[in-house]
């Protein structure tokens, strides 16, 4: 059985991190790594965090130059097969998630894994905001802004030490960049595991009103640009009604 790293990246996130690190320990999955690397909150997280501590396998408190300079931390201190991703404001749905993406991993021998999720009200787990999937992604898809829901993103760690990690020169596209790097240009196999595994609390950097939108979606056409696809800011926003249909769809 493949070791999954799990890496947490937190800051001032007392209200949420509990039910993320319960639902990470929760996991059946018996080879996890846990990774929390927090940006030196002020608000009480770290206090939650060392209850866990002699179940999470390291704690990374300091200060740092974002959300991605932390993935990059965490990433590289990981020592699993397989890395994923969760957010400290995100939940796995069920116990079965990780037995579930390792499962994929072997049926598939794909150097990559991804899943939908369910993007939920952010004081309630269970109210239901918008279903995020990847049923339709491909890779051509990349041009229109497109991608895999990144949270629920698996790579193996080799894939990242041969093809890098997260570009500190974006501020809210870098996952968009990286997994056009590694699925476009690098072209590392993927697998899709059809189910959702992720609830997602409603909010963060990317969705901050218009102007952060736009922001990231001109980031996506430099990233396009940077990996060798053609895309420009008119083809990428043409995405918006669709994304528009995902309020509609109940699971």
Not at 82 to 109: C, H, K, P, R
Not at 140 to 162: A, D, N, Q
Not at 211 to 227: F, K
Request: hydrophobic share 40%.
């Amino acid at each position: 059985m493949k070791n999954i790293s799990i890496v947490t990246v937190s800051f001032n996130s007392a209200d949420t991190i509990r039910d993320t690190i319960e639902s990470v320990l929760g996991q059946n999955y018996p080879h996890i790594e846990y990774i929390i690397v927090d940006g030196g909150s002020t608000d009480g997280t770290i206090k939650i965090v060392e209850e866990y501590r002699h179940r999470i396998t390291t704690i990374i408190s300091e200060p740092d130059s974002g959300i991605y300079d932390a993935m990059n931390k965490g990433i590289t201190v990981a020592t699993g097969d397989i890395v994923g991703i969760l957010n400290s404001d995100d939940v796995y749905t069920d116990n079965q998630v990780i037995t579930d993406v390792a499962s994929e991993f072997e049926a598939s021998g794909a150097d990559s894994v991804f899943s939908d999720l369910l993007i939920v009200d952010r004081n309630n787990l269970n109210k239901r905001v918008r279903y995020y999937s990847s049923e339709k992604f491909s890779v051509s898809k990349l041009k229109w802004g497109w991608m895999v829901p990144h949270p629920t993103f698996f790579v193996r760690k080799y894939c990242y030490e041969k093809f890098g990690l997260y570009k500190m020169g974006y501020r809210v596209a870098a996952d968009f960049e990286l997994v056009a790097r590694f699925l476009w240009q690098a072209g590392i196999s993927h697998s899709r595991l059809p189910r959702y595994i992720i609830r997602m609390r409603e909010g963060g950097i990317s969705s901050k009103g218009i102007w952060w939108r736009l922001h990231q979606n001109l980031e996506v056409v430099r990233a396009c640009r940077e990996n060798g696809i053609y895309t420009n800011i008119l083809i990428v926003l043409l995405k918006v009604p669709f994304k528009l249909l995902e309020y509609t769809r109940v699971e």
